[in-house]
Every structure is written in C-alpha cells, then in structure tokens.
C-alpha cells in the first residue's frame, strides 16, 4: 500500500468517527401542526372583513382601522383556538409516549432473550468445537470401530494357540 493509500484510509476513519460523534439536536417550540392555526384564522378573518368593507364602499381610514382591529380579534381567537388545540391533544400525546415506551421496553426484552438465545448457541458451539479438539489430541477415548479383535496386547505372548 503506498503512503497515499494509507493517508486516505486514516483520513476516512476520522471522517467516519466524526459522523458518530455527531449529534443533532432539534428543539421544536411549538407543535408542526398547530403552529400555523393563528396565521390561517387571521388572514381568512381579515380577508373577509377586508372585502366586505371594501364592498361596502368604506373610506380608506375607517377601512383600515376595521382592518386593523379585525386583525388584533382574529389574533386572540387564533391563538385562543391554538391553545384549545394543544390542550386537547395533551393525553393523546400522554398515551403515544406511553405506547412508544411499551414498545420499546418490548423490543429491549426481545433484544435480550435474542442475545441470551445467541449465547446459548455460542456456548453449544464453543462446546462442540472443544470436544472435537479433544478427540483429535486424544483425549477423549473413542471406541476404534476400524480395530479388529485379533490385535489385542493381551494374547501377544502366547505362542501356541492349540489349546484352545
């Protein structure tokens, strides 16, 4: 491998241990779905009372002095309705942590009986490999089912076999 090689490698192990070490942190003040709710009851409100003081032929002064305060009330009911919102779906979000929590307690003991189970194995595998190191160090005694009887050590001495 060259020293350009090697270079990138440990360049690319640092980039890959940065990545890990990152951690991102998203803080979200209000809620994606109800933020908006003020924005939309403001401008349908004030483009209602906008056209129909426009239709009723007002003076630009009184026009935008209607306009004005009709803007300020349908900024109280908008945040008023928001509020009624969030608050209603608090036990709704209550029951989802809780059911998220359930979840992942559930995945945490499936992930420990799986560990447990993958020990086992390994235990029965570690088990079997060192019982097959045994019998081919000759450790273990095996019967020899290739071995015939006529070999025995304990007949070697007798010469004569006529006797019996």
């Known amino acids: 491998m060259s020293k350009n090689d090697e270079e990138n490698s440990e360049e690319k192990k640092k980039k890959k241990k940065k990545d890990e070490e990152k951690v991102e942190t998203i803080i979200r003040v209000e809620a994606p779905k ?11 409100g004030s483009a209602f009372v906008a056209i129909y003081t426009y239709l009723q032929h007002y003076e630009i002064g009184a026009w935008l002095t209607v306009l004005f305060f009709s803007l300020v009330i349908f900024l109280i009911i908008g945040r008023l309705l928001e509020w009624l919102i969030a608050h209603f779906n608090e ?30 194995q390994r235990a029965a595998e570690e088990e079997a490999a060192l019982a097959a190191e045994e019998v081919d160090e ?9 071995a015939t009887f006529g070999e025995s050590d304990e007949f070697s001495n007798i010469i004569d076999t006529t006797e019996f």
């Open 138 to 146: 000759g450790f273990v005694q095996v019967p020899d089912e290739l």
């Open 34 to 44: 109800t933020r908006l709710i003020t924005a939309f009851v403001m401008l349908s």
């Open 91 to 120: 036990p709704i979000k209550e029951r989802d942590r809780a059911i998220l929590a359930q979840e992942e307690a559930i995945a945490a003991r499936e992930a420990d009986e799986l560990a447990a189970l993958e020990a086992e």
